[in-house]
Structures are given as C-alpha cells and as structure tokens.
C-alpha cells in the first residue's frame, strides 16, 4: 500500500491535490494511505517551503503546484 502526503495549510490548492490523489487512486483501483499534513514544523521537515507539496512512499513528487488526475494517475502508478 503506498504512503501518500499531502503537505499543506489548507489552502484550496492544497484541497484540491488531496481530491485529485484520491480521485487518481481509485480510478487505478488502489488502496493508499493518504494523509494531510498541515503543520508548518512537520511540513518543513520533508524540505518543503512551498504547498502544496506532495510526498509518496517517503519521496518527494512535487511542491507549489495541483497536477492533473491523469498526471497523479501516472506519478502513482
């Protein structure tokens, strides 16, 4: 099962991510743990200064922009 964060203060970019990865998620059918991290200490820890930042499996895939479905079905796949 892949381990999925979304990193972010809750902005609509950040909730906007979060519903694009489950959204990528089961349209490919899988199971993921996906989790929102809002605070800044935590969010800075995985070298993020700019949200939303999204971390899978412990890696880094991207920070300060929303992708696509189809480009998160890809990243996930």
């Known amino acids: 099962m ?8 809750g ?4 909730e906007k991510l979060y519903e694009n990865v489950r959204q990528a998620a089961a ?3 899988m199971q993921c743990n996906i989790q929102k991290i809002t605070d800044i200490q935590e ?3 995985h070298g993020v200064v700019m949200t939303p930042g999204l971390v899978i499996d412990g890696e880094i895939k991207l920070t300060g922009k929303v992708p696509s479905v189809d480009e998160l ?5």
Not at 2 to 9: A, F, H, Y
């Open 73 to 77: 079905k890809n990243m996930l796949a």
């Open 11 to 14: 902005c609509a970019k950040c």
């Open 27 to 29: 349209l490919l059918g």
């Open 2 to 9: 892949k381990e999925i964060l979304i990193l972010g203060t």
């Open 43 to 45: 969010i800075m820890k």
